[in-house]
């Protein structure tokens, strides 16, 4: 067989096993599912994903899959759809800096709308390493950064879902090789003038091209296999650096497995926001300042993040998800409670508005060189009493920074506080938590179970 990349990564994902992952790794897999779910809570009351799942219901017809907190039961793919969804659209999902961009919010719903209630928690827990081992490696070899995740998170769903499915190695290069040709090709994300739409990074839309793809591969349809050794969209050397001898490579040095440079998120906005909002934290923390006692502020910043839309008044949800002005108001202005995840009364609210104005984002080529592996801010906060600076790099939830499980679980609850009952969240976190030991079935059941509800 050729050593082409697709044949490579469908070689190293049917040969993984799950009795030889490291204890860290199984531990990150639980982390990031439960991550995932909780991103969902808050997620599936937005009007992204209620078009999704309402076409998610009409288009694939009814199974034995579930969309998450939810008494419909859906076809695989439709619950995968409609999941991704919930998990992607406030910008809280985890993310990787080497492949620039979110795998949680496909692989996670993939994994479980395709496991079914007989699989074993272990089993889930190792397609899921293996779905982010093969996006993160095909977002990070992409020769022309998009920002625009979609592009390469359907992979690593054609191969999760397709080791369900038992999928041949001969099978998967195909489904994978087919998915990088139907799959979204978008260009860079910060170039479009209106990035506040429902359709974001196309997330949920990979999801179903790696499904359909897995499907079509098993049915004998073909690929391309050299989809991805193709030097005008990708690096193959990237693609397969470290994956015969073992490792990943990442700007920290080498990892066992790409999962392991999995970051979280505090807020729900673009990572390269983050920094900002923790430097203004930092200085009105440090100074006892409220939003009033701030007369300007000036962010300087990389090229990525100075490039977003950064309106002080943004007109949706998710355009204000890539705004600097707009997050570091809603922070200064009601708290950094509210940003997880903000409500509607942020937008257009007159203080928040008013107090966005009063920054100014600049680009500082200085900052350009330490992206992706951070990324940097540095503000300058003036007030009646003088002008504070603060600079941020290194931000909650990155992986050299590490959560522990309580952290996660901090989140898990912050997001379900009165959206969902204290039996609910606690039934999803110890089903989690079981996956190494135990079955698949109860998480499922718990949620389908829980009753998720709007934020007052």
């Given at each position: 067989?050729?050593d082409w990349v697709?044949n490579k990564l469908?070689?190293?994902c049917?040969?993984?096993?799950a009795?030889?992952?490291?204890?860290?790794v199984l531990?990150?897999?639980?982390?990031v599912i439960?991550d995932?779910?909780?991103?969902?809570?808050?997620?599936?009351?937005?009007?992204?994903a209620?078009?999704?799942?309402?076409?998610?219901?009409s288009?694939f017809?009814?199974?034995d899959a579930?969309?998450?907190?939810?008494?419909a039961?859906v076809?695989?793919?439709a619950?995968?759809?409609a999941n991704?969804a919930s998990?992607?659209m406030?910008?809280l999902?985890?993310?990787?800096?080497s492949?620039?961009?979110?795998p949680?919010?496909a692989i996670?719903?993939?994994?479980l709308?395709a496991a079914?209630?007989h699989?074993q928690?272990?089993e889930?827990?190792?397609?899921?390493?293996?779905?982010?081992?093969?996006?993160?490696r095909?977002?990070?070899?992409?020769?022309r950064?998009s920002y625009?995740?979609?592009?390469w998170?359907?992979?690593?769903?054609?191969a999760?879902?397709?080791?369900y499915?038992g999928i041949?190695?001969?099978?998967?290069?195909?489904a994978?090789?087919?998915?990088?040709?139907?799959?979204?090709?978008v260009?860079?994300?910060?170039?479009s003038?209106?990035?506040?739409?429902?359709?974001?990074e196309?997330i949920?839309w990979s999801?179903?091209?790696?499904?359909?793809a897995?499907?079509?591969?098993?049915?004998?349809f073909t690929?391309?296999r050299?989809?991805m050794?193709?030097?005008?969209?990708?690096d193959?050397k990237?693609?397969?650096?470290?994956?015969d001898?073992?490792?990943?490579?990442?700007q920290?040095g080498?990892?066992?497995?790409?999962?392991?440079?999995?970051?979280f998120?505090r807020?729900?906005c673009?990572r390269?926001i983050?920094?900002?909002i923790e430097?203004?934290l930092?200085?009105?923390?440090?100074?006892?300042?409220?939003h009033?006692?701030?007369?300007?502020?000036r962010v300087?910043?990389f090229?990525?993040?100075?490039?977003l839309?950064?309106?002080a008044?943004?007109?949706?949800p998710?355009?204000?998800?890539?705004?600097i002005?707009?997050s570091m108001a809603?922070?200064a202005?009601?708290?950094?409670?509210t940003?997880?995840p903000?409500t509607s009364?942020?937008?257009?609210?007159p203080?928040?508005?008013?107090f966005?104005?009063?920054i100014?984002?600049?680009?500082?080529q200085?900052m350009?060189?330490a992206f992706?592996?951070?990324?940097p801010?540095?503000?300058f906060?003036?007030?009646?009493?003088?002008?504070?600076?603060?600079?941020?790099?290194v931000?909650w939830?990155?992986?050299?920074?590490p959560?522990?499980r309580?952290?996660l679980?901090?989140?898990f609850?912050?997001l379900a506080?009165?959206?969902?009952?204290?039996?609910?969240?606690m039934?999803?976190?110890s089903a989690?938590q079981?996956l190494?030991n135990g079955?698949?079935k109860?998480?499922?059941?718990?949620?389908a179970?829980?009753?998720?509800?709007p934020?007052?």
């Amino acid at each position: 067989m050729k050593d082409w990349v697709s044949n490579k990564l469908a070689k190293w994902c049917i040969e993984l096993r799950a009795e030889d992952l490291p204890d860290d790794v199984l531990t990150k897999a639980e982390g990031v599912i439960l991550d995932a779910i909780a991103c969902a809570i808050p997620g599936c009351h937005t009007q992204g994903a209620k078009r999704i799942h309402a076409v998610a219901k009409s288009t694939f017809g009814s199974g034995d899959a579930i969309i998450w907190f939810d008494s419909a039961r859906v076809q695989a793919t439709a619950a995968a759809f409609a999941n991704s969804a919930s998990v992607s659209m406030l910008d809280l999902d985890d993310g990787h800096r080497s492949a620039l961009g979110h795998p949680g919010a496909a692989i996670i719903p993939a994994a479980l709308a395709a496991a079914g209630p007989h699989a074993q928690g272990i089993e889930l827990l190792k397609n899921v390493v293996a779905g982010y081992e093969v996006c993160i490696r095909i977002g990070m070899s992409e020769n022309r950064k998009s920002y625009h995740t979609g592009n390469w998170t359907g992979l690593g769903v054609a191969a999760t879902a397709g080791l369900y499915a038992g999928i041949t190695e001969q099978q998967l290069a195909h489904a994978l090789a087919t998915t990088s040709y139907h799959g979204p090709r978008v260009a860079d994300l910060t170039l479009s003038a209106d990035m506040g739409a429902n359709v974001k990074e196309s997330i949920p839309w990979s999801v179903v091209t790696g499904f359909i793809a897995k499907d079509l591969a098993i049915q004998g349809f073909t690929g391309c296999r050299d989809a991805m050794d193709i030097t005008e969209r990708y690096d193959p050397k990237k693609a397969l650096a470290g994956l015969d001898d073992g490792y990943f490579p990442s700007q920290a040095g080498k990892h066992s497995h790409a999962i392991m440079r999995t970051y979280f998120k505090r807020y729900a906005c673009c990572r390269w926001i983050h920094s900002s909002i923790e430097a203004l934290l930092e200085i009105m923390r440090g100074r006892n300042l409220k939003h009033d006692d701030i007369k300007s502020i000036r962010v300087e910043t990389f090229k990525q993040a100075a490039n977003l839309n950064n309106l002080a008044e943004p007109t949706t949800p998710e355009s204000g998800q890539y705004s600097i002005p707009y997050s570091m108001a809603i922070v200064a202005v009601l708290g950094e409670d509210t940003l997880p995840p903000p409500t509607s009364e942020c937008l257009h609210h007159p203080e928040i508005v008013k107090f966005a104005t009063k920054i100014e984002v600049i680009h500082n080529q200085s900052m350009d060189s330490a992206f992706p592996v951070t990324s940097p801010a540095r503000i300058f906060v003036t007030t009646a009493n003088g002008t504070f600076e603060a600079f941020v790099e290194v931000l909650w939830g990155d992986p050299d920074q590490p959560l522990s499980r309580e952290d996660l679980v901090g989140k898990f609850k912050t997001l379900a506080h009165r959206r969902m009952s204290d039996d609910d969240v606690m039934s999803i976190i110890s089903a989690v938590q079981s996956l190494r030991n135990g079955g698949v079935k109860p998480l499922l059941e718990a949620l389908a179970a829980a009753t998720c509800l709007p934020a007052e």
